[in-house]
């Protein structure tokens, strides 16, 4: 969390500039500035024509209906998302080209062509039928990084079931409460995966899911690690994926979607302990997935494209799925580490498939910069051509690193600001036409009406700070909080009216109009770019029955971005010790998943309270990050302060 407010002067005085060099201008496939303009003149003329590089059953009798907040795009049209990233590939050369590279973290190697990933779509599609999935069911997915992930995505795309792909970082709790929430009758997972060189057990932690999951009558599980995976198979709910395959018939007719049926639902963490159901539609999310694929990244037919990020996030969704596999793209996947089993795994990839383009976390990036040159250096990675960072602001620092490190000063680097509601990257530089500053996402893609806004909506001048919103529609924006339309409008669309979109995240623009990303507005974290609400975190150490009450904050962090401390007061009668701090983390762990450990836990007396009662989270975090104490006059015991500060300089 970033207060909009603060001065980042040092920031803003960033005078480097890095202006496209003329030969990637010149083979980029936007290369004309005057696009900004037309976008703007007439924004549904603008996607209107950008809709027409998809496969349409029929068109659309309207571009957009706005009723703000709600939008409908294409209305009327009718089309399949699987149809897009496939049959229309196999129907031409691209037939036999490669759609996935995989690479599993054992070392095993996988190359799918679009044919074959065409026939296994099709197939798996007839098992989910066959197990009785319709249109609008919802299906969870809980798998390892692998070609059936995609696979399993794409064939409910195919039959018009919505997903909701659950990150295997998650809890069995995490996951109970998202089959819940969507009341899936199928979950899809595997025997379990790798992480470093350990097993991550899988179908163990949906086994204690389903203990609270009546809704769930079926379970289609994957052998990823074979004989060594002691699992249990529960005899009529769950079925191999492998047999299920054996017999299914080669060709599954794709659903006739409307352009604003459900596409998938992608849980995300907000003020709330409770996850939202972010849903996306067909024809708009496939439209803003593929396009800025190809515009942003300039995604040439023979470039072998790489996004690192987990399917069990929104960026894998829309640039390791839905967007490369729409634009016929060839993609790398891999399931594992980076440090695994040496820490130049990613650059020996590289080099071995000829990546061309990256697109990586700045939390990853700092991690390599730490780890040193040797490691990118110790490999050829000339193929590369360009960078891409999403997931949180990257620091200056670690982006000329990642440009020169990585770069050798050659590549443009496209620093990607969006989210899982906006569905497709919406504030990033054009890379053959934008001149990027170190630290900066630049400016709004065409056709997207982004401001900065002070507390009463207006718009800050150039050179101010403020709340980073949206004033116009965008296609793949997200349409509801899946049963919870309530909620959907109350978090997005009321504090600047209804018809402006609030990100939750704080933004600068210099006298030059670019924008710099300041971090969350909200009680929402992000933790190695992994978006995690202190509520959450705080409503799981209160479960613990030893805790009185929990406060929790991010705190700054040189690789991750943000760490998670806890501070936490317990109840009569138990004691502080570092068994109890294990034990409230592993606590943590069990509730909501690894992702959300806290990396500190400090035992308080008392937290500091404000006199009505709200506890001082600014005073937290700079007791945290070990910073002279901001203003206490609101607080109501001062003494509070005075001994946690104590106690957390000795500890
Ligand atoms: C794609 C994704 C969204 C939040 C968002 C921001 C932060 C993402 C950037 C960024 C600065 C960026 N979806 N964020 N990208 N901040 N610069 N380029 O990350 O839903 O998981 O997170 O992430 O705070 O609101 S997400």
Redesign the pocket.
């Known amino acids: 969390m970033t207060d909009p407010n603060q001065p980042i002067e040092a920031l803003l005085a960033e005078k480097r500039v890095f202006p496209p060099s003329r030969d990637f201008h010149e083979q980029a496939i936007v290369r004309d500035v005057a696009i900004y303009a037309k976008a703007n003149k007439d924004p549904e003329a603008f996607w209107a024509e950008a809709a027409q590089s998809l496969d349409w059953f029929q068109k659309w009798d309207k571009v957009l209906d706005w009723k703000p907040p709600q939008a409908r795009w294409f209305v009327g049209g009718k089309i399949n998302v699987s149809h897009n990233c496939l049959d229309r590939h196999v129907a031409t050369w691209r037939r036999n080209k490669a759609a996935i590279i995989w690479e599993g973290e054992p070392g095993e190697e996988r190359v799918l062509t679009y044919a074959d990933l065409y026939r296994e779509v099709n197939k798996f599609a007839n098992v989910l039928k066959r197990l009785g999935v319709k249109k609008g069911d919802r299906v969870t997915i809980y798998m390892p990084m692998v070609p059936e992930l995609p696979i399993a995505l794409l064939a409910c795309a195919r039959i018009g079931a919505p997903h909701s792909v659950v990150f295997g970082g998650f809890s069995a709790e995490s996951l109970r409460d998202r089959i819940n929430d969507a009341q899936s009758k199928i979950v899809i997972t595997a025997d379990g995966s790798y992480r470093r060189g350990q097993i991550v057990p899988l179908k163990r932690n949906v086994d204690a899911a389903l203990q609270g999951c009546p809704c769930v009558e079926s379970v289609i599980l994957l052998r990823r690690l074979g004989e060594t995976a002691s699992i249990h198979v529960q005899a009529g709910r769950d079925h191999w994926w492998h047999r299920l395959m054996a017999d299914a018939p080669s060709y599954c007719q794709p659903e006739v979607m409307d352009s604003e049926d459900p596409l998938f639902v992608l849980y ?2 907000g003020t709330t302990a409770k996850p939202k159901g ?1 849903l996306h539609t067909t024809a708009g999310y496939l439209l803003g997935a593929s396009l800025t694929h190809k515009w942003v990244f300039d995604v040439k037919e023979e470039d072998v494209f790489w996004c690192t ?1 987990d399917i069990g ?3 894998g969704h ?1 640039y390791i799925v839905y967007g490369p596999l729409a634009n016929g793209t060839t993609g790398l996947m891999y399931e594992g580490s980076p440090d695994w089993p040496e820490k130049d795994r990613w650059w020996a990839l590289i080099e071995k498939y000829r990546v061309n383009i990256l697109y990586t ?2 939390t990853a990036i700092r991690a390599f910069m730490r780890w040193g040159e040797k490691y990118p250096n110790s490999h050829d990675l000339s193929s590369l051509r360009l960078l891409g ?6 620091n200056p620092e670690a982006w000329m690193w990642y440009h020169e490190a990585i770069g050798k000063g050659r590549c443009p680097i496209v ?8 569905g497709m ?1 919406l ?2 530089p054009l890379p053959g036409i934008t001149t990027t500053k170190p630290g900066s ?1 630049t400016f709004p893609l065409p056709g997207i009406n982004a401001d900065v806004v002070d507390e009463a909506a207006r718009s800050v001048p150039l050179g101010g700070g403020g709340y ?1 919103v949206l004033k116009s529609p965008w296609p793949a924006m997200a349409r509801t909080i899946y049963g919870d339309q309530d909620r959907y409008v109350e978090v997005y669309w009321k504090r600047f009216g209804k018809n402006v979109y609030f ?3 704080g933004c600068k623009r210099d006298e030059e109009g670019y924008f710099w ?4 507005v909200d009680d ?1 974290m ?1 933790v190695a ?3 995690i609400s202190t509520m959450e975190v705080e409503s799981a150490l209160v479960d613990h029955p030893e805790v009185a009450e929990a406060a929790v904050i991010g705190k700054k962090d040189e690789i991750k971005g943000e760490a998670i401390a806890a501070f936490v007061t317990l109840k009569e009668g138990s004691t502080a010790s570092p068994d109890k701090m294990n034990e409230l983390r592993q606590h943590v762990v069990k509730k909501i998943g690894p992702i959300a450990r806290p990396d500190n836990i400090y035992f308080a007396a008392e937290l500091p309270k404000t006199r009505s009662g709200k506890i001082m989270r600014r005073l937290l975090r700079d007791i945290a990050e070990g910073r002279a104490l901001g203003d206490t006059t609101t607080l109501a015991d001062p003494a509070v302060v005075a001994v946690l500060r104590g106690q957390y300089e000795e500890g």
């Open positions: 995300t963490s972010i990020a996030w929104v960026t829309s976390a700045p960072s999403v997931g949180e602001p990257i620093d990607t600001w969006w989210q899982t509601e906006t990257i504030i990033s996402a980073l990100a939750g995240d990303l300041l971090g969350r929402v992000n770019g992994h978006r």
